[in-house]
């Protein structure tokens, strides 16, 4: 195991409980705050997420109502089920389905590296829309691209066609001198 996923588990697990907050004791309404792990390390972090409701809590932290239904439970195909309306809500926040991790990756803690990556991506993302609903350290994540749309005209379009890009070469000084037909052998004096 290496550091770099312990310290990489770490910054997550610091940004969740940021952006969505800490529950308390006497607090088990749907929408509050989420637990702190109760171990460190690889099994300590799928154990907080399998059950798919901080997952949730998260996702609705970045866009409201995302997922409509968060219940706590005990049943793998309702914990299941939970992680499943995650990974939709995410996507139709604007993470691509190439960059989410699967269900089972999750559940059977089998394949935790895309778990935390779909958590990165979700992360950059989220620092990417500048809404207001991001709460952390926003270098924690790699900023996605965004869309740099210029509109030209069509006299502008026109002039385009007839420039011959430099990396294109040049037609200086070129000519066919020196060339032999195809499969003559060259010439050397």
Same mark, same amino acid.
């Given at each position: 195991?290496?550091?770099?996923?312990?310290?990489?588990?770490?910054?997550?697990?610091?940004?969740?409980?940021?952006?969505?907050?800490?529950?308390?004791?006497?607090?088990?309404?749907?929408?509050?705050?989420?637990?702190?792990?109760?171990?460190?390390?690889?099994?300590?972090?799928?154990?907080?997420?399998?059950?798919?409701?901080?997952?949730?809590?998260?996702?609705?932290?970045?866009?409201?109502?995302?997922?409509?239904?968060?219940?706590?439970?005990?049943?793998?195909?309702?914990?299941?089920?939970?992680?499943?309306?995650?990974?939709?809500?995410? =996507?139709?926040?604007?993470?691509?389905? %190439?960059?989410?991790?699967? @269900?089972?990756?999750?559940?059977?803690? +089998?394949?935790? !590296? $895309?778990? =935390?990556?779909?958590?990165?991506?979700? %992360?950059?993302?989220?620092? @990417?829309?500048?809404?207001?609903?991001? +709460?952390?350290? !926003? $270098?924690?994540?790699?900023?996605?691209?965004?869309?740099?749309?210029?509109?030209? @005209?069509?006299?502008?379009?026109?002039?385009?066609?007839?420039?011959?890009?430099?990396?294109?070469?040049?037609?200086?000084?070129?000519?066919?001198?020196?060339?032999?037909?195809?499969?003559?052998?060259?010439?050397?004096?």
């Amino acid at each position: 195991r290496r550091s770099s996923d312990l310290e990489l588990e770490r910054i997550l697990v610091q940004w969740i409980i940021c952006q969505v907050g800490l529950e308390h004791d006497d607090d088990s309404r749907p929408d509050s705050g989420v637990k702190e792990p109760e171990q460190e390390g690889r099994e300590g972090f799928q154990k907080w997420l399998k059950d798919g409701t901080v997952l949730c809590k998260l996702m609705n932290s970045l866009e409201p109502n995302a997922v409509k239904k968060i219940q706590r439970s005990t049943m793998a195909f309702k914990q299941m089920e939970q992680i499943s309306q995650f990974l939709a809500a995410s =996507q139709k926040y604007g993470l691509p389905a %190439g960059d989410q991790f699967q @269900t089972v990756d999750l559940w059977e803690g +089998k394949v935790m !590296p $895309s778990v =935390q990556r779909t958590l990165m991506n979700l %992360g950059g993302l989220a620092v @990417t829309k500048s809404n207001g609903r991001f +709460k952390g350290d !926003p $270098s924690w994540f790699t900023k996605k691209a965004q869309e740099n749309r210029r509109d030209f @005209t069509d006299d502008q379009l026109k002039q385009g066609q007839s420039v011959i890009g430099l990396q294109m070469g040049t037609n200086k000084g070129a000519s066919q001198s020196g060339m032999t037909g195809y499969g003559m052998p060259r010439q050397i004096l």
